[in-house]
């Protein structure tokens, strides 16, 4: 939109017999006047200069090129004009808004914070990024969603510049941020807002969402504390921190997918089961989670519900190579080499040269007779992110899988994947 309204516009000498002055305000003969074309016209005809056409150029170069070196002199050759424009000006772009002429409405909302800066106009500015940013989601156009959001916040920011500690600013930014999921960066702004804001209805609301945020924060907190606890090994310090978190977030899932974890490697399968279902009751269903059951079942020793569960977590998680390699093992051990044969493959598909999966071949071999020759490329529809962390995945958990055989007891199958975005 700038570039094709930029390429609009002509610029014309000062007409003779044109007078504008006021105050301190003169005509410059030496600067060149922008003229707005007609829609559909590439060149300027005589009988299409008016002081509306010139008006309308200026508009538009204050709106898209405030830094240029002759745009100061057109707000001041506009307010002498009409000083009441700004106001008329924010009418109309807020009608363009509401009809959803977003492109138009962003060059009137433009001109206006340009010619007469406000706390004011900037907040609307962003409300209209907002609002585009709206339609580009519901569009499913997530590029120009990112676009106009990132527009929405450099507003605010360019505020803060022009207007420092300006509380209404503020509390724009820190809803914002909010929103964004950014909520260190919303505290910070909410800790300004207090700082300057006056007392009333606002401030409570504000007080309110600080509240939020900072509770937000503190659960996030627990929630790392207690992954970090299960990565270092202590699994009861990792419980006590998932315990706390489900105290104040019953109705969260993450913190008993958490626990459940923790009590499964301690051995407490049926407390970890609890857990588990407990997830699926809130509404969550992942590959993790029905990964988990499926030891828990193995451990406490129903064999073929664990195996359903991995069927489960297979469906809803077709790129998680510890749930192929879980289900190849299993069917493997239980003598089903067709079903263990397929996820064999997929498993080799997931992981390449994967050691675990290698032993698995040797394995299979050795039990059929049959030899598995060259890759087999099967189509397998990927959710986004799957198995982003492969090589990660088996830092934790692998159980030892030896060169000439699977043991005949093992603890979690052959590993534990976790998507660690979900745990967050």
């Known amino acids: 939109m700038k570039e094709e309204s930029l390429r609009a516009i002509q610029y014309i000498k000062v007409p003779k017999g044109m007078r504008v002055e006021s105050g301190g305000f003169r005509l410059d003969p030496d600067i060149m006047l922008p003229v707005q074309l007609k829609p559909g016209e590439t060149r300027l005809r005589s009988e299409d200069i008016s002081m509306e056409a010139i008006i309308s150029g200026m508009l538009t170069v204050i709106a898209y090129d405030e830094a240029g070196r002759n745009t100061q002199y057109y707000k001041d050759f506009v307010m002498t004009v009409d000083p009441t424009l700004p106001e008329e000006l924010n009418k109309a772009a807020i009608a363009k808004e509401q009809q959803k002429d977003y492109d138009f409405a962003e060059e009137l909302f433009l001109a206006v914070y340009h010619l007469l800066p406000q706390s004011a106009s900037c907040i609307n500015l962003t409300t209209l990024y907002s609002c585009m940013a709206v339609d580009a989601r519901d569009k499913n156009d997530g590029e120009k969603e990112d676009e106009y959001l990132l527009k929405a916040k450099h507003t605010l920011l360019d505020g803060l510049r022009r207007f420092g ?21 919303a505290r910070e702004y909410l800790e300004r807002y207090m700082d300057v804001a006056e007392e009333g209805e606002k401030k409570q609301e504000m007080k309110q969402l600080l509240s939020r945020v900072s509770l937000q924060i503190e659960n996030d907190e627990s929630i790392k504390e207690a992954y970090d606890f299960i990565m270092l090994g202590d699994n009861a310090k990792a419980i006590e921190s998932a315990a706390r978190f489900i105290a104040k977030n019953p ?20 407390d970890a089961r609890k857990d588990l279902m407990e997830c699926l009751k809130l509404g969550e269903r992942s590959g993790d989670i029905y990964n988990e059951l499926s030891i828990c079942e193995l451990e406490i020793g129903d064999r073929e519900l664990a195996k359903t569960y991995l069927e489960t977590a297979a469906d809803l998680d077709p790129g998680n190579l510890t749930v192929s390699s879980n289900l190849s093992y299993l069917y493997l051990q239980d003598g089903q080499y067709d079903e263990a044969r397929e996820y064999l493959e997929k498993a080799r598909y997931l992981s390449g040269s994967d050691e675990i999966v290698g032993n698995l071949i040797k394995e299979y071999e050795k039990r059929t007779g049959e030899k598995i020759g060259e890759m087999i490329h ?45 745990e967050s």
Do not use: T
């Open 251 to 270: 109705s969260v899932w993450n913190g008993y997918f958490l626990r459940a974890w923790a009590l499964r490697k301690e051995g407490k399968y049926e």
């Open 378 to 422: 099967e189509e397998i529809v990927h959710s986004d992110g799957d198995n982003d962390d492969g090589d990660d995945a088996y830092e934790e958990e692998i159980a030892e899988i030896e060169k000439d055989g699977i043991p005949e007891e093992h603890e979690c199958c052959c590993g534990h994947h976790h998507h660690h975005e979900e």
């Open 165 to 185: 500690e300006n509380p209404e600013i503020l509390a724009e930014i820190s809803s914002f941020e909010a929103y964004m999921g950014n909520l260190e960066d």
